[in-house]
């Protein structure tokens, strides 16, 4: 008879729970594994990734594997934030973020709920900055 860590560990290397892929474990086996992991405890992996500028330089950010699009934008406004010199003008990022986004291949990361995983975003790739265009801009009399 299998022990419950060898069942688990089957279950997650066939891609399933333990639940549903063993009658030798009970729900509420299942629910104390489960709650044992400490998931966050576990070190963050984070991808190094590159920003290009509209004026053609760049900078570097670094940010969790499993960040969002909201989280991304933070890195871009800290790195900024280091890079800016003293002596100049604060900027205003709800208004930087109202005209320009992030941009990865073909896609603009305007959707703040969205994770960097969900366009395969991997640790060296560029990340550009792109102009919103807006329908309402372009009505205005």
């Known amino acids: 008879m299998l022990g419950l860590r060898a069942v688990f560990l089957e279950a997650c290397i066939c891609g399933t729970t333990a639940y549903s892929s063993s009658p030798l474990l009970h729900p509420e086996e299942y629910y104390s594994v489960r709650k044992s992991f400490a998931y966050h405890k576990l070190p ?13 330089s760049r900078f570097e950010i670094q940010v969790p594997k499993g960040a969002s699009i909201a989280e ?4 871009v406004v800290e790195a900024f934030g280091q890079i800016q010199g003293e002596g100049q003008a604060k900027i205003s990022w709800s208004l930087v ?3 320009f986004c992030l941009g990865y291949k073909r ?8 994770y960097i995983q969900d366009f395969r975003i991997k640790d060296g790739d560029q990340l550009t900055t792109t102009r919103i265009w807006k329908i309402e801009n372009h009505l205005r009399l």
């Open 44 to 56: 963050h992996q984070l991808l190094n990734l590159s920003v290009l500028k509209l004026d053609g």
């Open 72 to 75: 991304l934008k933070e890195a």
């Open 97 to 99: 973020w109202l005209h």
């Open 107 to 114: 896609w603009k990361l305007v959707d703040d709920k969205m």
